[in-house]
């Protein structure tokens, strides 16, 4: 809401008069008695009032604190326009500059700091301006309950909006996966799909003991995206294969031994972490930094079945993963061929399919493969179905187009690994924006 808008109407409300002082000789800022105390700042169609655009958010709270000096009751109504005027103030990406170091914190906490096209235009255009003017980048999520629980995908299953958001969010994946000087993400807390994309190309990854990473798209009808092609198949011992079917959740050490994290260290110690990381003016470094606040651990909660997972997700097909996992016959495989049947039948062959073509693929190659099944998937019935059954009505009932894996043919999985039409294909944003 415009602020002069806003101004008038806590003024014509609440009968609130302003001058230049208010009691206690509290002397309110010129450009806030601009913006509230003076008739020309609500009946101006101009901008040219003398107040710094950047410090709106700034003169509502000078609103607020002048209520509460004077000692009135601020009504209902007023509070919903002060909150509206409030959020539409907040940054969902914030940048700082720290010594040698460019900071990014994702900042929707409430959502768990999840991905919007928003967002990731921001960050493809702050991470090209820095990779040539820092030495180091750091990414973290604001809160403590999540880095990044994934993209925003009640927007993604748009006809419209879902490809332009793809289309953006996998040139940050592909500029993350080249950038040139260190990036460093900082996984403390929910760390899914869209996080996931933000991390794992990053030279450096940090893991704390809140981190929990999954790829848990095929629950919604969709796949695993963000580069998922690329890195689940060269995980080792076909863990990538379990993850990316299943969406199983790693947590804590699990999340370095499985390689999505390269270090491990406390959530306590980051701020620590942070500001050494920032005066670092090489990758020699930071490396050693890292090293040194790192704390191995040998256990790795998969490993009774490691060999069960090699073998069962070696097969070619998602009906002989599941013959072999009913062969192995104990209480992990009864589990997981329960997991994958409550997953959409559709999205297990595509995304077995996208795996095993990612395995022999460059980053760039499996990112402009998964655009097109993103585009279909938001064509297709599947993904919307998903995201309205999990997400929306949370119903936890989604009718899949496909009501088995048998009634998903071959015309229907490599559908969508057909190329679109050329203006449509992913194109890189090599050059700045």
């Known amino acids: 809401m415009n602020l002069k808008l806003l101004t008038a109407i806590l003024r014509v409300r609440c009968g609130l008069r302003l001058e230049g002082k208010c009691c ?27 107040a710094d655009k950047n410090d709106s958010s700034d003169h509502i709270l000078y609103i607020i604190i002048i209520f509460k000096m004077l000692n009135l009751r601020i009504m209902p109504r007023t509070t919903a326009i002060l909150k509206r005027a409030m959020c539409t103030q907040e940054q969902d990406v914030l940048f700082e500059n720290l010594n040698n170091a460019g900071i990014i914190t994702l900042n929707r906490p409430k959502a768990l700091n999840s991905l919007n ?18 030495s180091l980048v750091i990414v973290k999520g604001a809160g403590d309950k999540a880095f990044c629980a994934g993209g925003d995908v009640k ?29 460093i993400a900082l996984m403390n807390g929910v760390t899914m799909g869209g996080g996931v994309g933000v991390s794992v190309h990053g030279r450096y990854r940090v893991a704390t003991e809140k981190t929990i990473v999954a790829m848990p798209e095929t629950k919604i009808g969709l796949f695993p995206d963000v580069g998922g092609s690329y890195f689940l198949p060269r995980l080792q011992v076909n863990l990538g294969m379990y993850l990316g079917l299943t969406g199983d959740r790693l947590k804590g050490i699990d999340v370095v031994k499985a390689g999505f994290a390269t270090h491990l260290v406390p959530s306590k110690r980051l701020y620590e972490l942070e500001k050494l990381l920032s005066r670092c003016t090489s990758d020699n470094e930071v490396q050693q930094l890292l090293n040194k606040f790192h704390e191995p651990a040998e256990d790795f909660s998969l490993a009774d079945n490691i060999k069960h997972i090699n073998y069962c997700f070696a097969a070619s097909t998602v009906e002989e993963i599941i013959e072999r996992l009913e062969k192995v016959n104990n209480e992990w495989s009864i589990k997981t061929v329960k997991i994958i049947g409550q997953m959409c039948p559709g999205s297990l062959k595509i995304t077995l399919r996208a795996l095993q073509r990612g395995a022999q693929l460059d980053l760039p190659q499996c990112l402009k493969m998964e655009y097109r099944l993103a585009c279909r998937a ?16 949370k119903d936890n009932m989604p009718k899949w187009q496909h009501s088995s894996l048998a009634d998903v043919d071959e015309d229907y999985v490599e559908g969508y690994f057909k190329k679109l039409p050329h203006e449509r294909e992913l194109q890189f944003f090599d050059a700045k924006l």
């Open 117 to 134: 096209t928003s967002m990731v235009t921001k960050l493809l255009r702050q991470l090209q301006e820095w990779e040539n003017k820092k």
């Open 378 to 393: 938001t064509e297709n019935h599947d993904f919307p179905e998903g995201v309205r059954a999990l997400l929306i009505d």
């Open 155 to 183: 927007s993604a299953i748009d006809r419209v909006e879902g490809p332009r958001f793809f289309h953006i969010e996998y040139n940050v994946n592909y500029l993350i996966g080249k950038y040139k000087v260190p990036y």
């Open 24 to 50: 206690n000789n509290y002397e309110l800022p010129v450009s806030v008695v601009k913006q509230i105390g003076t008739k020309e700042s609500y009946q101006s169609d101009t901008d040219d009032d003398g």
